[in-house]
């Protein structure tokens, strides 16, 4: 936003450009000073523009293989992306391709936002590069919904860095968001004739594009204006994209970090503005209209539950700090947010630790597959502070077959008694009060084994992050510990997951030891369990 001194010096500039207008130069000076008048303008009459809860990424060579495999995944579980894209200007030149964003949508319209630098790609024959070029596989394959404000023609320029091909483009058929928004508007603000009987009142109260003044196409900030009633900036159109946008990229100082930060912030808008928009033509029944588009089932994503597999020993690396929320720096960043998803996207059978149906005659108990046995029989060695009945193993006998689903029927030929009864209803009451807990929950892999329950509910108090239950675990394969921690406040699990992301580690326990004096009692404690 300009100064009131910036404003009208800006205004009496413009006024002495001379008309008609007979350099190239001068039409661009012209050009530019509009532009800030306008962003000063729209400033002052709307709200700035307000994302939906979200996750930035930086895509580019210093991306662990960890992280591409975590965005594969989720790539591969979401159904719509939106993707937009930033050149550089270059003197007598063409635009050159310098950065793609790409926006994954998640559950309860939250989402990943992937910032991929092209100028700083890994090389070809590394498996990053490699994984990058799986994920626009996804991406651009025929069963997943593309938007783009725009024609996609603006992508066939980035080919040259191989991450895709013309033919993965023309394949997609993505969504001209800007054509459907143009059909969008038509449809729900027609054309009004004027009721006005006066001439000196407004001649009509109409909302079409011919009354507001609209110039065809839509631009992306207009449809913002009109349709979101916020501001969104486009001040950072021409910078320089391609100059490194991670701050992990090379040292910089406090200026530099900053101007990446602004540009990394608009980049990420451009997608998360097309997001909104998406939302409130879906709520206003707008059908889009192309032939594969798929009915989404969000649902189907969704984060692992407490008896996930404990072999998934992978972390994500850092994402840049979004300025909605609060950074809680501990430990070294080589560490950062970790959410696990789900590998089978298959809701129509819930989490196993929910999938036991007990009757009075019988005991059903459904389980995926082998593997998921082995989950279920993990669930003995969590520590919980509940004091509830653990599952027995003797229960639970393998099947042979290894991919099918597979039913087991354990018969009870005698009659139960009161007792047997009792621990049953006991059991079912367990299952449900879980399922309950950890309906929203914090998981951490490889957590340091020498931090007790205790330690991380009263670390988690003093971050002021409320939860239900804490429960940690440990594999019979691996070794490794796992936390789980289940939240009661699901409306800021982002911001929780983003608090924690440095939390017990080896790291952080080192830390806190040195902080305070050692007892001989937890150092013989924690001579016995190792991390």
């Keep these: 936003m300009l100064s009131q001194k910036e404003y009208q010096e800006t205004h009496l500039q413009l006024q002495h450009i001379s008309t008609p207008v007979t350099s190239k130069s001068q039409r661009n000076l012209r050009k530019h000073l509009r532009n800030r008048i306008k962003e000063h303008d729209l400033a002052m009459q709307f709200p700035p523009f307000e994302p939906l809860p979200h996750i930035p990424y930086f895509i580019n060579r210093i991306t662990t293989e960890a992280c591409l495999c975590q965005v594969i995944q989720a790539a591969t ?238 972390y994500s690396p850092i994402p840049f700090n979004p300025s909605s929320i609060n950074q809680f720096n501990l430990v070294d960043e080589s560490r950062a947010l970790s959410i696990e998803f789900l590998d089978n996207n298959d809701n129509s059978h819930p989490p196993q630790v929910n999938s036991i149906v007990i009757c009075p005659t019988q005991r059903l108990i459904t389980l995926s597959t082998p593997t998921q046995l082995s989950k279920f029989n993990d669930l003995d060695t969590i520590s919980s502070n509940d004091d509830d009945t653990p599952f027995t193993n003797t229960e639970i006998q393998q099947s042979p077959s290894t991919s099918r689903i597979s039913t087991y029927l354990l018969p009870i030929h005698e009659q139960l008694s009161e007792a047997e009864r009792r621990k049953i209803h006991n059991r079912s009451c367990t299952i449900r009060q879980r399922r309950r807990y950890y309906r929203h929950e914090i998981i951490r892999r490889n957590i340091d084994g020498r931090f007790t329950i205790t330690q991380i509910k009263n670390i988690l108090r003093q971050l002021y992050i409320p939860f239900n239950v804490v429960n940690i675990s440990r594999s019979n394969i691996t070794h490794k510990y796992s936390l789980y921690i289940g939240l009661r406040n699901p409306s800021k699990l982002h911001v929780y997951q983003y608090q924690t992301r440095y939390l017990f580690t080896t790291e952080h326990y080192n830390e806190l030891q040195s902080t305070r004096p050692h007892s001989r009692s937890s150092s013989h404690y924690n001579r016995h369990r190792q991390p």
């Design 77 to 314: 579980a979401s159904l719509e992306f939106t993707i937009d894209t930033e050149s550089i200007n270059i003197y007598k030149q063409t635009n050159q391709p310098a950065l793609m964003q790409l926006q994954i949508f998640l559950p309860h319209n939250s989402s990943f936002v992937l910032l991929i630098e092209m100028y700083h790609l890994p090389n070809e024959n590394n498996i990053c590069f490699k994984l990058i070029h799986e994920l626009f596989k996804i991406v651009f394959s025929q069963n997943k919904q593309l938007y783009i404000w725009g024609s996609k023609n603006e992508l066939y320029p980035f080919v040259i860095f191989k991450l895709f091909s013309r033919e993965h483009i023309d394949f997609s058929h993505p969504i001209n968001l800007q054509n459907e928004f143009h059909i969008f508007w038509k449809q729900h603000y027609p054309h009004r004739s004027s009721n006005s009987r006066s001439s000196n009142t407004s001649t009509t109260d109409c909302h079409c594009e011919t009354c507001l003044g609209i110039g065809l196409p839509w631009s992306l900030q207009n449809s913002v204006k009109f349709e979101l009633k916020e501001y969104l900036s486009k001040q950072f159109t021409n910078e320089d994209f391609h100059i490194g946008l991670d701050p992990n990229l090379y040292q910089l100082n406090s200026n530099e970090k900053r101007y990446r930060q602004q540009l990394s912030t608009y980049a990420s808008y451009d997608c998360l503005s097309m997001q909104r928009i998406i939302i409130q033509m879906k709520h206003k029944n707008f059908i889009f209209n192309s032939n594969s588009i798929k009915h989404v089932q969000h649902d189907l994503f969704q984060f692992s539950p407490i008896s996930s597999d404990e072999n998934d020993d992978t």
